[in-house]
C-alpha cells in the first residue's frame, strides 16, 4: 500500500478591498487527489522538500499568477488525511504589490472580489472564513 505526505500552501491576495481567487481548470479538477468537484481556488500549491513555505508560496504565486506580494502571516492550518495520503495545507495572508494576472494551465479563469461580494458568493465556506480572517490580518497589520 502506498501512502504519501504533502505539505502545501495557499495565499489569500489582498490588494486594497478585494481579494483574488482562481478557478481551477478541468485538467486540474480530474488530477486532484483530495477535490475533485470544488472549482474555486486560492494560489498556491505544495512545497518542494527543503522549501521554506514563504518561497514555495512566493514560487507558487509566481508561477500560476505572475504577481508580485508580500506574504504576511498564516490565517489556517488544515490537516486531513485520506486516500492514503496526508495533507497539510498553510493559508497565509498576502498583500499585492504588483502585476497583472497571468494565468498558469492550471487555471482557467480568475476573480478579484470585493470583501462585500465574498460572503454571497458560491465560494466554499473554508475558504471565505479564510478570506475573512487575511483581510483582518491585513487591515492590523
Not at 486560492?42 to 514560487?59: I, S, V
Request: charged fraction near 30%; hydrophobic fraction near 40%; charge should be negative.
Amino acid at each position: 500500500m502506498h501512502r504519501d505526505f504533502a505539505v502545501a500552501v495557499k495565499a489569500v491576495i489582498v490588494r486594497g478591498d478585494e481579494v483574488l481567487v482562481l478557478r481551477r481548470s478541468k485538467g486540474e479538477m480530474a488530477g486532484s487527489y483530495m477535490n475533485k468537484y470544488q472549482k474555486w481556488d486560492l494560489p498556491g500549491g505544495g512545497l518542494h522538500f527543503y522549501e521554506k513555505a514563504e518561497d514555495g508560496l512566493l514560487r507558487e504565486i509566481r508561477e500560476e499568477t505572475s504577481l508580485s506580494v508580500e506574504i504576511g502571516r498564516p490565517v489556517s492550518m488544515f490537516d486531513i488525511i485520506r486516500h492514503q495520503i496526508h495533507l497539510c495545507i498553510f493559508t497565509y495572508a498576502a498583500v499585492w504589490t504588483g502585476g497583472e494576472v497571468q494565468l498558469s494551465k492550471e487555471h482557467d479563469g480568475f476573480l478579484w472580489l470585493h470583501k462585500d461580494e465574498v460572503e454571497e458568493s458560491e465560494l466554499p465556506h473554508w475558504m471565505k472564513r479564510d478570506i475573512f480572517r487575511a483581510l483582518e490580518a491585513v487591515e492590523n497589520h
